[in-house]
């Protein structure tokens, strides 16, 4: 029998989690009172680990049987009480199982002998094989070392039932007369040795009744008269032990009794109302000394919440004495003393394999011998969020993992820029794993800025089982900064002035979805822009992430306007007098390669001269250098970035014939051979540098005229730079109230 002292048990848990007094349905003592807190066995030896899912199978006088499904098939196991060694029994095609004994019965697929393993043995434990003559019967159930088997004749429909076993040293048949050759063979439970208890029904519609009734294992003989339950629902759990019986009876309609009696004599049945079961899995019913305990079974993975799911310890004396052992149950088995071992879990210990015994005052307390390392408390068990999330790769997309620890749980999670709160959230339901592809746009459709993040996972478990989850983390969002990128967030932004002097910022987009390229939002930088005749949009010259801008007043003075990366810029800074000297200005494009964008303009005689980068906001620039004559012809000058496939940025300029030339970026101070990109280009009032519109690597090329507005896709091919124009309603067809200006 399975050791029971104090001294030897694996591990001890305080079992009360609850010890409550509630109603039963039967008149009991007014006296009774409910129990107050037990305590648990203390703990000797640690605990061992078995594989997550195990399950209980048997359970015998020196060990237990227990069984892990995998998709490849089932592995079972062997553990002795006395030091938790294991031995594996996995067989292919093959089936382990046994109940409150030490022998293990297996059975290949497709046999007809049942093979004998007597666990106490040194070796692999194997005896001999037992097989019913006739092979038309069937397995019904398994008590100690016998095994019960029946058949019902196809032409009479006579029902009978034997008992097969070797105990006698050969093949040893034994008919049952307890059950009626009219009736239909049910469950068949071990609940004491010796005895099996059988499940028997009669009678159909209006007539049908369930019986159970105990049988002699060495002879076949009823050692009790059957008893009748009126249960709704057939298979309904029961149990028999050396004193009293215990069975469960359910309505169609899920409604729980727990019904119990005294053997041996004449003694009334107590009928106690469970309540409403919240699933169609078994109600769980055992006898534990005077005690009886009940469960709902697998509350772990259930996706409802239930009363009944804990397994719950009742006086036999006093129904309404309660002891709560464990949160939930899986699968139980009796050992040949009244123990019982469960698998389940507690929010306190997690999932295992539990013994449940009588403590102090034969209260049962529950003690977890063997974890299969699984929380039961629904936990976050791995995550996978890279530190550094970078948007300019995978087309602007990335994949964010969390793992729970089981898929009965609802909940979001939430990713939250730090900087400006915004967020974006990702619900979930049913499933352990969670699963985005993010593709970088929050709640409101704008783009994530760069910058820190947090995410944050909130689960609530279906079961009501535990608390509540919520975890959080970090990580971090960067892309290159654009050209016209302003706030941070990696769609480039056009600038434009309308009549009034007010300045405004359009987010442009593209997506999957739609036909042309549109602007998410107008939003207003500014009133008083109206003071300066060329505002210029120039790139990273000061040396914060954001690209800046830099304005001519009328008096000739260069200002810059420092970006913020928020879609705002700092107040203005005085670079210089002496810029109305120049009648075309540009920037953006880094021409020497140095990290920072430069600036070119041209004056009355045609001399192209340039302004190298600094990244200082103080001094922007460096003192020009002249990079040659000859630029008279042009009547608008464009630094378009990258679009030739060059390190260096590139330059565009359009002369007076509507021709449009590439210059790729060769130095700071001087360009490649030029190329004509094409003709016909007079028929835009302005052409804009705008960045990477459409996230493919490559800059394009944003026009405007009087027909409307539209882009041009970067190629990052010096001989063709660019695609077909497309269509874009940013800026409609003149008149219109703004226009671009940079």
Not at 489 to 496: F, K
Not at 537 to 561: C, I
């Amino acid at each position: 029998m399975p050791y029971r002292s104090s001294t030897r048990l694996l591990a001890a848990v305080t079992a009360v989690v609850a010890v409550t007094a509630g109603t039963a349905l039967t008149a009991v003592p007014a006296t009774a009172a409910p129990v107050t807190a037990v305590q648990a066995p203390a703990q000797a030896a640690a605990v061992i680990t078995l594989p997550h899912p195990t399950e209980m199978v048997s359970a015998g006088a020196t060990g237990y049987l227990t069984r892990v499904m995998y998709p490849s098939g089932a592995e079972y196991r062997w553990t002795n009480y006395a030091d938790g060694a294991t031995k594996s029994l996995t067989t292919p095609r093959t089936t382990f199982m046994g109940a409150q004994s030490d022998i293990v019965f297996s059975r290949k697929d497709g046999d007809v002998v049942y093979w004998v393993h007597d666990m106490t043995r040194t070796d692999d434990g194997f005896r001999y094989g037992v097989s019913h003559n006739d092979q038309r019967y069937m397995l019904r159930g398994i008590a100690g070392d016998t095994l019960v088997m029946s058949r019902t004749d196809e032409d009479t429909g006579v029902l009978d039932v034997d008992l097969l076993s070797r105990a006698s040293g050969t093949n040893t048949i034994i008919d049952v007369p307890a059950v009626p050759d009219n009736a239909r063979m049910g469950r068949v439970w071990a609940s004491t040795p010796g005895v099996a208890l059988l499940q028997y029904s009669t009678g159909t519609g209006a007539e049908l009744r369930t019986f159970l009734v105990a049988v002699d294992t060495a002879t076949g003989q009823a050692v009790d008269g059957p008893r009748q339950t009126h249960s709704e629902q057939s298979g309904a759990d029961a149990f028999v032990s050396r004193t009293h019986w215990a069975w469960i009876e359910r309505t169609n309609t899920n409604r729980v009794q727990l019904v119990t009696t005294v053997r041996g004599v004449d003694a009334p049945e107590v009928t106690t109302d469970l309540g409403q079961a919240s699933t169609g899995a078994g109600i769980d019913v055992n006898l534990v000394g005077n005690w009886v305990t009940t469960a709902e079974l697998n509350g772990g993975t259930a996706p409802v919440t239930s009363a009944l799911f804990p397994l719950t310890a009742r006086s036999l004396a006093d129904p309404r004495t309660t002891v709560k052992l464990l949160d939930h149950v899986s699968s139980t088995a009796t050992a040949p003393n009244g123990d019982l071992y469960a698998r389940g879990g507690t929010v306190a210990q997690g999932e295992g394999i539990y013994h449940i015994l009588p403590g102090d005052n034969g209260v049962p307390v529950a003690a977890l011998v063997a974890s299969t390392d699984a929380p039961t408390a629904l936990a976050l068990t791995s995550t996978d969020v890279p530190s550094t999330v970078d948007l300019d790769k995978n087309g602007g997309k990335v994949t964010l993992q969390w793992q729970l620890s089981r898929e009965n749980a609802v909940g979001k999670v939430t990713l939250r820029h730090v900087r400006t709160g915004k967020t974006v959230e990702f619900p979930f339901g049913n499933q352990a794993g969670v699963r985005r592809e993010w593709q970088g746009t929050l709640t409101d459709g704008a783009l994530a800025p760069n910058g820190d993040y947090t995410w944050q996972l909130d689960a609530k478990p279906l079961n009501g089982i535990g608390p509540d989850l919520k975890k959080t983390g970090t990580f971090k969002v960067t892309r290159k900064a654009g050209l016209h990128d302003y706030d941070d967030n990696g769609a480039p932004d056009l600038l434009s002035r309308d009549a009034s002097g007010r300045l405004w910022r359009d987010e442009v987009r593209k997506t999957s979805s739609s036909t042309d390229y549109w602007s998410l939002e107008s939003k207003l930088v500014g009133a008083g822009w109206n003071g300066y005749n060329q505002i210029e949009a120039v790139g990273n010259v000061a040396g914060a992430p954001a690209p800046d801008m830099v304005a001519r007043d009328a008096s000739g003075v260069l200002w810059l306007y420092l970006g913020k990366g928020d879609g705002t810029f700092a107040g203005r800074t005085r670079i210089g007098a002496g810029w109305n000297g120049y009648n075309k200005i540009t920037g953006g494009s880094d021409l020497n390669g140095d990290g920072w964008s430069d600036l070119l303009a041209t004056d009355a005689s045609g001399v192209l001269w340039a302004y190298q980068g600094t990244g200082s906001w103080s001094a922007p620039f460096r003192g020009r250098t002249k990079v040659g004559g000859g630029w008279g012809g042009m009547n608008q000058i464009t630094a378009v970035g990258d679009v030739a496939g060059t390190p260096q940025g590139d330059l565009l300029a359009r002369d007076t014939a509507g021709a449009l030339w590439l210059y790729q970026g060769a130095t700071g101070s001087s360009f490649a051979t030029r190329v004509r990109v094409g003709s016909g280009w007079s028929a835009y009032t302005h052409l804009v540098g705008m960045g990477d519109v459409d996230r493919d690597g490559r800059n394009d090329l944003f026009a405007y005229g009087r027909s409307g507005s539209f882009v041009y896709r970067g190629m990052g091919v010096a001989a063709s730079p660019f695609g077909p124009r497309e269509s874009s309603s940013v800026y409609p067809a003149t008149p219109t109230p703004r226009h671009p200006i940079v």
